[in-house]
């Protein structure tokens, strides 16, 4: 049986509204400062709320980051046109606009720089944004091997890997955002994925 008291002390649910605002201050400061840098003062700060209001939600800054990457949502893939290569170009095209609005490159390497001192925050963000992503195209690439326009022997990892891979090394190479680059992914892909004697 509970008391008056303890329900008293469970007190008002918790705001949605500042938890996202927290968990959004935590993964752009996580972005822009990287883990060392970063502070509860600073993501509390930056989110409009006390210090006091984080801790009573998470109480280090490893169980805020895990939330926060935790929390991250990949966008849903986008409707299936039928198309062999529009829907691979659209779910690239969703990529990059994710990336993007999360400041992704920086919280990548962020993520990967801390990975010996806290491996979740790299294991979070595998599991909700990197491995799901990858599911989709290869959902996409295993339709167009059932409809003939795949070979059946190919490898679907690697290809996944080939339409991922210019995005990052685009990034790298100081040519992010370049026009095409998802065209071009695709293409050189399928055309390696070519049934011999297919168009």
């Known amino acids: 049986m509970h008391d008056d008291k303890t329900t008293r002390r469970a007190g008002r649910p918790r705001s949605a509204e500042k938890n996202d605002a927290i968990l959004r201050a935590a993964l752009d ?9 970063m502070t509860l003062d600073q993501v509390a700060a930056a989110a409009g709320v006390s210090k006091s209001t984080i801790h009573l939600r998470w109480k280090t800054k490893a169980d805020l980051l895990t939330a926060a990457l935790a929390a991250v949502r990949m966008a849903g893939a986008p409707p299936s046109s039928g198309d062999l290569r529009t829907d ?15 400041n992704g490159m920086a919280l990548i390497g962020t993520c990967l720089a ?43 990892e690697a290809a996944v890997s080939a339409l991922l891979g210019p995005f990052y090394a685009d990034h790298l190479a100081g040519r992010g955002g370049r026009p095409g680059w998802a065209e071009q992914a695709v293409d050189l892909t399928l055309a390696a994925l070519r049934p011999v004697g297919g168009r």
Request: charged share 40%; aromatic share 2%.
């Open 114 to 156: 801390e990975e010996d001192h806290t491996p979740e925050l790299l294991a979070l963000l595998r599991e909700r944004t990197v491995l799901p992503r990858r599911a989709l195209l290869r959902e996409v690439l295993e339709r167009g091997r059932e409809e003939g326009s795949v070979r059946a022997d190919a490898d679907l």
């Open 88 to 102: 691979l170009l659209a779910i690239l095209r969703d990529f990059a606009r994710t990336v993007e609005r999360v």
């Open 29 to 37: 400061l996580l972005a822009r400062q990287g883990y060392v840098r």
